[in-house]
């Protein structure tokens, strides 16, 4: 089974701040990986997939990259709304695996 | 607007049996695969089970292949989840999902609210 690497886990940060979040495969999943946020109490929200493409209605300030095995999650420049914790996700064989998730905190 | 509704969760003793309905609303259910992902209290969201578009096959996690079935009835929009011999780490809060694509492997654009499934003694 492919596991997921998120780094790291907690994130404080403060609003204004860039921010990057790293998530790791065990193998090469190619581009199927979708990060999400996830506030509490709340069912997690798709903001990116295929690596890089934006979810519709999501603000352009997120953006995500890489392929393979190494993957990134940035926030140009971090909102009030987005404090909340953000889960990696990969689906490239039918066999879905999430990150343990990156929780962004008021700093 | 595309929507999910969960129902079914409840308190049941260890090698119980529960089954979960999710119903769909808004969208052309029998074009998508459809997911149960649960998350236990303060962990991470953890995949379940997938049924493609067309109920032709089912994918399973480790953890509860043998125990939990899932399936859906196009007529009435509604995707199950039937559980089995359940255990205490099977506590969690329930959610269905909506696959982004049909029949591939793909992210989970859409969400329900969940449903709350207790196991204890």
């Known amino acids: 089974d492919i596991q997921l690497t998120q780094s790291p886990s907690t994130l404080p940060a403060s609003v204004g701040d860039r921010v990057t979040i790293t998530c790791r495969a065990s193998q090469s999943i190619s581009k199927w990986l979708a990060w999400y946020q996830q506030k509490p109490g709340k069912a997690p929200k798709l903001l990116i997939y295929k690596a890089s493409t934006l979810e519709t209605g999501v603000p352009l300030r997120f953006s995500g990259s890489g392929s393979g095995t190494e993957f990134t999650l940035t926030i140009t420049s971090l909102q009030p709304d987005d404090f909340g914790t953000y889960y990696c996700?990969?689906?490239?064989?039918?066999?879905?695996?999430f990150g343990l998730g990156t929780k962004v905190e008021i700093k | 607007q595309e929507q999910l509704v969960e129902s079914g969760g409840g308190v049941v003793q260890p090698g119980g049996s529960l089954k979960l309905s999710c119903t769909a609303s808004a969208f052309i259910f029998r074009n998508y695969g459809l997911h149960w992902v649960r998350q236990a209290p303060g962990k991470g969201p953890e995949w379940v089970a997938f049924?493609?578009?067309?109920?032709?096959?089912?994918y399973y996690a480790d953890a509860v292949k043998g125990r939990f079935t899932v399936s859906r009835d196009t007529s009435k929009n509604i995707l199950f989840l039937q559980m089995n011999s359940l255990r205490g780490d099977d506590s969690a809060l329930y959610y269905c999902?909506?696959?982004?694509?049909?029949?591939?492997?793909?992210?989970?654009?859409?969400w329900g609210q969940g449903t709350m499934v207790t196991v204890s003694s």
């Open positions: 049924v493609r578009y067309d109920g032709s096959n089912e």
């Open positions: 999902a909506k696959s982004a694509d049909g029949s591939a492997a793909d992210a989970f654009d859409i």
């Open positions: 996700q990969e689906y490239s064989s039918y066999s879905w695996t």
